[in-house]
């Protein structure tokens, strides 16, 4: 088990079928705008066969956590956990409706004698942490603390760990800022201060993406190494980008659970990714 980044390539991970998902509560503005719609169930399970067929289809090993009815929002693996070189990380779910999810990936890493690191006094979710080679940046939200990420640093005192406030309208850093490779990274500038932006932008090329595509989670896209990611074909302008800077786009439909407030990225917890030989 060992994760260096987000665009190292991808070998190990977990995800969960969206067997019982519904916008039951909403806790974000995309699942606002669908929540008399809801989700199609079938059409989800679909969706998610598809992405996973792809992933396995790649060499990738694909685990999965059991679906439970009393967590709609499981499909998103990313947010309960993070890979930080060696350490698998649980998180401390902000909201009541997701509470509980933890255990379940607690009980199933212990089944597979995956040894965790357990944040469960710190208020801190996966979805906030993006991870470069040197240096992870940590969304500020009102679900991850500047008091989590000064207790992370504490345990990663090797990385350059970087409070990265945004807008919480927005869910999730993963939801506006994904790092592709060492030196590009997709950006939605209006979910940050000016500071902000200037200090990203400092760091990455940032290829940016509009207003409608970010809503349509165009940023949340998943690396799985040699510059390759998968997106949704919906967003045709990004996708055009990412192909303009050499990336091989897979295009694979996911329009239904992204109506719950993630994509690719959210929907993936990574184990293993192979770290490139210098």
Request: with cysteine; net charge negative; glycine share 6%.
């Amino acid at each position: 088990m060992s994760c260096y980044s987000e665009y190292d390539a991808l070998e190990d991970v977990i995800l969960c079928k969206p067997k019982f998902m519904e916008i039951r509560e909403v806790i974000n503005e995309t699942q606002r705008h669908f929540a008399k719609e809801n989700i199609d169930i079938e059409r989800a399970m679909f969706q998610h066969k598809q992405f996973t067929d792809q992933l396995e289809n790649l060499g990738i090993s694909v685990h999965f956590l059991p679906s439970l009815q009393e967590y709609p929002e499981q499909v998103f693996t990313r947010d309960i956990g993070f890979t930080i070189g060696n350490t698998l990380y649980i998180s401390e779910m902000g909201r009541r409706i997701r509470q509980g999810e933890e255990q379940v990936l607690k009980e199933w890493l212990n089944e597979e004698h995956i040894s965790i690191h357990d944040l469960q006094s710190d208020s801190i979710e996966g979805g906030d942490v993006v991870l470069g080679h040197d240096a992870i940046y940590i969304g500020v939200s009102d679900r991850t603390t500047k008091d989590a990420i000064a207790h992370l640093q504490q345990l990663e005192p090797t990385y350059h760990i970087h409070p990265v406030p945004f807008n919480g309208k927005y869910l999730h850093l993963d939801c506006v800022f994904n790092i592709l490779s060492p030196h590009e990274a997709i950006l939605f500038p209006e979910a940050f201060a000016q500071e902000e932006q200037q200090f990203l932008s400092s760091h990455f090329h940032t290829i940016t993406i509009e207003e409608d595509e970010q809503f349509s989670l165009g940023t949340n896209v998943l690396s799985i190494g040699n510059k390759t990611v998968f997106a949704l074909p919906a967003n045709k302008k990004i996708n055009q980008k990412l192909r303009d800077h050499g990336y091989h786009v897979i295009e694979v439909d996911l329009s239904e659970i992204i109506k719950s407030g993630g994509a690719f990225r959210c929907c993936t917890l990574p184990l293993d990714r192979k770290k490139p030989v210098h």
